[in-house]
Structures are given as C-alpha cells and as structure tokens.
Antibody, heavy 116, light 110 residues
Framework: EVQLLESGGGLVQPGGSLRLSCAAS????????MTWVRQAPGKGLEWVSC????????YYADSVKGRFTISRDNSKSTLYLQMSSLRAEDTAIYYC?????????WGQGTLVTVSS | QSALTQPPSASGSPGQSVTISCTGT?????????VSWYQQYPGKAPKLMIY???KRPSGVPDRFSASKSGNTASLTVSGLQAEDEADYYC??????????FGGGTKLTVL
C-alpha cells in the first residue's frame, strides 16, 4: 500500500524558513517523480514543484521560484521542500503526491502558517 | 498561467447525472492527454478519480467517467449518491514540466 506522510509544517514569521518532509513507502520511490501541491485556506489546489525520480530535474511554479527548493533522498524514500523568504501568501496545507502528470496518491498534508 | 476554468458549483438529485466542465487552452488541456480529476472531502486530501483524460484507477466506481473535446475536459458522475458530495478539481499537464489545476467545483447532492 502506497503511503505518503508529510511533516515539518508549523508557524513561521514572514521572511523565515521551513523544511517540509514527505516519507514514502509501499512503492519503488526512486522510480517515480514526486510533486508538492498546496492549498491555501478555503482555496483551490496549486501546483508548487516537481522532481524527477533520479533527482535530476526540478521544476517550480513562478510563485515560488528562487525561494523554494525541492529535493529527494532516494536512500531514505523521502521528499523534501526547503522553503525560504516565506510570505503570508505561502500559508497553506502542503501535500506531497506521487507522480508528475498525475498525483496518483497523496499524503494527508502539513499546514504551514506564515504570520507575525 | 491562469487556472483552468471550472464552474464553482454543480448539483443534482440522487440517481441523476451531473457533468462538470474544465476549460483550458490549446497549451494545456487541448495539447496533452494528461487531464486528471480529483475528489476532495472537507479536511481531507484529494483523491485521484480519473487520469489521462478518461482512465479510472482501481477502486473508483464506474459511475465516474470523463472525456475531452478540444480545450475542454468533462467529468460525469452518473447515478448520483450522497457520498459523491465533495469538491472536484481537474488538472492538466502544461508542458514545461508543470501542472495546472482548475479552481474547483463544489458538487451538491440535493
């Protein structure tokens, strides 16, 4: 059974940094691209970033480019999202999802709140 | 890029059929057969219902079907049941290795 478990969310001040993790199990992690999607409170889904299975190939939404860095450790079956220069508009639930063109499985999400 | 366009709401009575549209452009929905549909209950993570325009993952009832014509994709829920009441989102690959989501449609079962 595919399982994705996000962690690392919390309250951070504007301009601060946070690193999210997504622990994966139940599939060959290194064989799949992985994606981060976020959802602001009461809003729709927004694609954030994607990384190829090998880690060689990372892609970002314009809204986070230059501030967020996606990475993965295939030896630990874990996906990361390093977020810096955080803004109030980055407040959202962050989900990791398996796949690139389709999110076949999703984690339960981790809430990031950017506020002073 | 702007979000794909979905109606904010849709509704139907139990047993009826309802169709939700998802309109994009020739650069996303119209260009690729990588349209997906997700179901999301309040406070829960999205669940994949349809991928690659019209394919259903294992375990998704065949009451859910989908198609695409030009720049518009559609999700049809037949034989509506109370448990189908949820938010539905479409997504499309856009090239440039990114995804675009629709704004979401709240489906109400009357």
């Amino acid at each position: 059974e595919v399982q994705l478990l996000e962690s690392g969310g919390g309250l951070v001040q504007p301009g601060g940094s946070l690193r999210l993790s997504c622990a994966a199990s139940g599939f060959s992690f290194s064989s799949y691209a992985m994606t981060w999607v976020r959802q602001a409170p009461g809003k729709g889904l927004e694609w954030v970033s994607c990384i190829r299975g090998s880690g060689l190939g990372t892609y970002y939404a314009d809204s986070v480019k230059g501030r967020f860095t996606i990475s993965r450790d295939n030896s630990k079956s874990t996906l990361y999202l390093q977020m810096s220069s955080l803004r109030a508009e980055d407040t959202a639930i962050y989900y990791c999802a398996k796949g690139q063109t389709t999110g076949s499985h999703w984690g339960q999400g981790t809430l990031v709140t950017v506020s002073s | 890029q702007s979000a794909l366009t979905q109606p904010p709401s849709a509704s139907g009575s139990p047993g009826q059929s309802v169709t939700i549209s998802c309109t994009g452009t020739s650069s996303d929905v119209g260009a690729y057969n990588y349209v997906s549909w997700y179901q999301q209950y309040p406070g829960k993570a999205p669940k994949l219902m349809i991928y690659e325009v019209s394919k259903r993952p294992s375990g998704v009832p065949d009451r859910f079907s989908a198609s695409k014509s030009g720049n518009t994709a559609s999700l049809t829920v037949s034989g509506l049941q109370a448990e189908d009441e949820a938010d539905y989102y479409c997504s499309s690959y856009t090239g440039s290795d990114n995804l675009l989501f629709g704004g979401g449609t709240k489906l109400t079962v009357l």
